[in-house]
């Protein structure tokens, strides 16, 4: 879930180089003669593996671009790339990540297997280096050749989790002593830290780019395309650590290390030839903007832009209405409830097997994705607020269950082997059955509500924030929640004893209510109208949504088919003309101060606004240029930016000869204020 989470951070930018890129088709040059764009695209070196010689000669001469932007291929020319490659692919690399991360924890813990400090070390590097490294590594996707880049990628993560699995299979073979079991255990994180930033440039390389490049503007495709490859990574999260846990539990820790390994180092060559067979079947790939070449800022800067997001963006993301909302769902990433390394490491020291964890896991991910399909009925019955409110408590009474077996044992005492046999070691085992049970029941259910309440948070955040916010804004929630999700491998450093573990347990449960009062005082601002819910009726229940906009003379037939434009009509600010100005804004020209008849004194700059007419009626959505009271005194200059015309030109009556009125006349018959 961690890796999932920073995944988003170059997408944007991969996004807008194709747009970019698919403008022109830059031609290979060989000699003095040109060469046709499909033989640019297939030249290929002897050796599979080094392919740069083919890609620097396509993209060396930028001349060519011009000449052949009136040649370059289609979207449909890739109707026929075989999908299936990048499929297969994408599941050999999702099934490596999903077992590597799942095992890798009990290893650390089969080393010292009294201590969880090992892998509360492990979670906090890993969360470090993803916090520094994903965005220089989304500006290197960006300026690299493609196919360079998931060849570099592969071989990083197919390296990083081989080795450290060589690693752990030589340290468990004999008897060390500790000093050569720790520096092993530096190794395999050193090397499992390599292999997991390797994941991270592969998928944003081939999911975020590759795709969007090959299907181009066919936006039911993307759909389609991106669907499956979700698939194909839940269900390698559900099997993956099943498969590892099995090998594990019937042939050991050694055992399941060295089959990883030969995984990784078996599956590499396969998963190269078909990104590589992908790559010449589909030409588009080939291209690159000419303005990708260079990063946009220092590296030092990219390194550390998390810290530079959170810092920059604070003022303005206190003040979103999305505040508390995004406060509490930064708490629940601070949680050490959910499966991670240090629970998976204090499960495994109470006796579990890893089989029975990798089950557990699957399970968790199972209650997961019921979520996904429980939200939208939530949403469309009780609004964003409620859904919310609901996911939230949900997971703390479920978490209830894991706070509950904190209580039930009084001594912790491993896997009960040591206890005294028969009375004694029964009532360990049932002991710490029924412990483990309550555990594993609370942490797998409440991720019902948790990825119920992700849900409602990414929803406000992508339509209760302004237009020209939204980029800081989500920028500064990913900041604070990557700030968030360090705390629970700290805590688990701190008290990195098994028998401490009720403390990481009452600690995550506080954190987990103190989040769900914090939703829930916002939860009453908006039930109380504290909130000025008019800007934000996604917040509210159907009902109330349709009597707010009936209340304003909007009359709609089901709320499941409100507009954006009629939302608009209800909750923005109105910007009134004159008559002489209604046909040059029905034809998409900018109102200029000339053409205002009204103007709301508290609009602010670059606030979405509604531009009507003396009567009313809504003519186009549009970004005010200057505050209400700069256009009092001004003559001159654009008032407002047209974003979308609603009015059908010609539709108005033209009232040249129409006297004007002045503002005051007007004033008991339009409400300038939000509603």
């Known amino acids: 879930d961690g890796t999932d989470r920073h995944l988003s951070l170059g997408s944007a930018r991969l996004k807008r180089s194709f747009i970019s890129s698919s403008c022109s088709m830059p031609t290979a040059k060989k000699s003095k003669k040109r060469a046709t764009p499909l033989t640019a695209t297939?030249?290929?070196?002897?050796?599979?593996?080094?392919?740069?010689?083919?890609?620097?000669?396509?993209?060396?001469?930028?001349?060519?671009?011009?000449?052949?932007?009136?040649?370059?291929?289609?979207?449909?020319?890739?109707?026929?790339?075989?999908?299936?490659?990048?499929?297969?692919?994408?599941?050999?690399?999702?099934?490596?990540?999903?077992?590597?991360?799942?095992?890798?924890?009990?290893m650390l813990m089969a080393i010292e297997p009294d201590s969880m400090l090992l892998p509360a070390i492990y979670s906090l590097i890993i969360s470090i280096a993803v916090t520094l490294f994903s965005t220089p590594l989304g500006q290197y996707v960006d300026?690299?050749?493609?196919?360079?880049?998931?060849?570099?990628?592969?071989?990083?993560?197919?390296?990083?989790?081989?080795?450290?699995?060589?690693?752990?299979?030589?340290?468990?073979?004999?008897?060390?002593?500790?000093?050569?079991?720790?520096?092993?255990?530096?190794?395999?994180?050193?090397?499992?830290?390599?292999?997991?930033?390797?994941?991270?440039?592969?998928?944003?390389?081939?999911?975020?780019?590759?795709?969007?490049?090959?299907?181009?503007?066919?936006?039911?495709?993307?759909?389609?395309?991106?669907?499956i490859l979700r698939r194909i990574d839940l269900s390698c999260k559900l099997l993956g650590p099943m498969g590892a846990g099995f090998i594990m539990t019937f042939a050991g820790v050694q055992a399941g290390a060295l089959a990883i390994a030969v995984w990784n180092i078996g599956s590499a060559i396969p998963e190269y030839i078909l990104i590589k067979q992908l790559y010449n079947a589909a030409p588009v790939l080939a291209l690159r903007p000419p303005g990708a070449a260079t990063p946009s800022e220092s590296y030092s800067a990219m390194v550390?832009?998390?810290?530079?997001?959170?810092?920059?963006?604070?003022?303005?993301?206190?003040?979103?209405?999305?505040?508390?909302?995004?406060?509490?769902?930064?708490?629940?990433?601070?949680?050490?409830?959910?499966?991670?390394?240090?629970?998976?490491?204090?499960?495994?020291?109470?006796?579990?097997?890893?089989?029975?964890?990798?089950?557990?896991?699957?399970?968790?991910?199972?209650?997961?994705?019921?979520?996904?399909?429980?939200?939208?009925?939530?949403?469309?019955?009780?609004?964003?607020?409620?859904s919310g409110l609901l996911s939230i408590w949900t997971q703390l009474a479920f978490l209830t269950l894991s706070f509950v077996s904190v209580?039930?044992?009084?001594?912790?005492?491993?896997?009960?082997?040591?206890?005294?046999?028969?009375?004694?070691?029964?009532?360990?085992?049932?002991?710490?059955?029924?412990?483990l049970g309550l555990l594993f029941a609370g942490t797998a259910a409440c991720r019902i509500g948790l990825w119920g309440y992700d849900l409602a948070v990414s929803q406000m955040l992508q339509q209760c924030i302004p237009k020209q916010l939204i980029g800081s804004i989500n920028g500064t929630q990913a900041a604070l929640n990557?700030?968030?999700?360090?705390?629970?491998?700290?805590?688990?450093?701190?008290?990195?004893?098994?028998?401490?573990?009720?403390?990481?347990?009452?600690?995550?449960?506080?954190?987990?209510?103190?989040?769900?009062?914090?939703?829930?005082?916002?939860?009453?601002?908006?039930?109380?109208?504290?909130?000025?819910?008019?800007?934000?009726?996604?917040?509210?229940?159907?009902?109330?949504?349709?009597?707010?906009?009936?209340?304003?003379?909007?009359?709609?037939?089901?709320?499941?088919?409100?507009?954006?434009?009629?939302?608009?009509?209800?909750t923005l600010k109105r910007v009134v003309v004159k008559d002489s100005a209604v046909r040059a804004l029905c034809y998409g020209a900018n109102l200029m101060v000339a053409g205002v008849h009204h103007f709301a004194e508290d609009v602010d700059v670059n606030e979405e606004v509604l531009v009507v007419t003396r009567e009313g009626d809504s003519i186009a959505l549009g970004v005010s240029q200057m505050t209400g009271a700069y256009l009092a005194?001004?003559?001159?200059?654009?008032?407002?930016?047209?974003?979308?015309?609603?009015?059908?030109?010609?539709?108005?009556?033209?009232?040249?000869?129409?006297?004007?009125?002045?503002?005051?006349?007007?004033?008991?018959?339009l409400e300038l204020t939000s509603i």
């Not at 209580?407 to 412990?435: H, I, M, Q, W």
């Not at 409100?562 to 209800?570: G, M, P, Q, R």
């Not at 005194?633 to 979308?644: E, F, H, L, S």
Request: aromatic share 10%; charged share 20%.
């Open 42 to 106: 297939l030249l290929e070196t002897e050796n599979l593996f080094d392919d740069s010689s083919d890609e620097e000669n396509i993209l060396a001469d930028n001349d060519d671009l011009e000449l052949l932007s009136s040649s370059s291929p289609s979207t449909s020319s890739n109707s026929n790339v075989p999908l299936w490659r990048l499929y297969v692919s994408h599941g050999c690399t999702a099934w490596t990540m999903r077992m590597w991360e799942f095992a890798v924890a009990l």
């Open 143 to 227: 300026r690299s050749t493609r196919l360079g880049t998931v060849q570099r990628s592969l071989i990083a993560m197919k390296i990083g989790f081989s080795v450290s699995a060589l690693i752990v299979w030589l340290a468990l073979r004999q008897d060390h002593s500790m000093q050569y079991l720790r520096a092993m255990s530096a190794l395999i994180i050193v090397f499992t830290t390599l292999g997991h930033l390797g994941y991270i440039g592969n998928r944003l390389s081939v999911e975020k780019d590759w795709v969007v490049a090959i299907v181009g503007d066919n936006e039911e495709k993307l759909s389609q395309v991106n669907a």
């Open 304 to 386: 550390f832009s998390t810290f530079a997001d959170l810092f920059n963006g604070w003022k303005s993301y206190s003040e979103q209405v999305t505040f508390r909302p995004g406060i509490a769902l930064a708490l629940l990433y601070s949680s050490v409830l959910q499966m991670g390394p240090v629970m998976t490491a204090y499960t495994y020291y109470r006796g579990v097997s890893e089989a029975t964890l990798g089950a557990v896991r699957g399970v968790g991910a199972v209650f997961g994705i019921s979520a996904t399909f429980i939200f939208p009925y939530l949403e469309r019955r009780h609004g964003l607020a409620r």
């Open 407 to 435: 209580l039930v044992t009084s001594a912790y005492t491993g896997d009960c082997k040591d206890a005294e046999p028969g009375a004694n070691r029964t009532d360990c085992y049932e002991d710490r059955n029924f412990e």
């Open 482 to 570: 990557t700030l968030f999700t360090m705390l629970s491998p700290l805590l688990g450093i701190i008290f990195s004893k098994p028998d401490q573990f009720y403390i990481l347990i009452i600690t995550s449960y506080a954190m987990i209510g103190l989040a769900a009062v914090v939703y829930s005082s916002f939860y009453a601002s908006v039930r109380d109208k504290q909130i000025d819910v008019s800007k934000h009726l996604v917040l509210l229940p159907s009902a109330d949504r349709k009597h707010h906009l009936e209340k304003h003379s909007i009359t709609l037939g089901r709320m499941d088919s409100v507009s954006k434009e009629e939302l608009a009509e209800a």
């Open 633 to 669: 005194v001004t003559k001159q200059g654009m008032a407002v930016k047209i974003t979308k015309v609603l009015m059908e030109r010609d539709s108005y009556p033209s009232r040249w000869d129409a006297p004007e009125t002045n503002a005051s006349d007007n004033e008991e018959d």
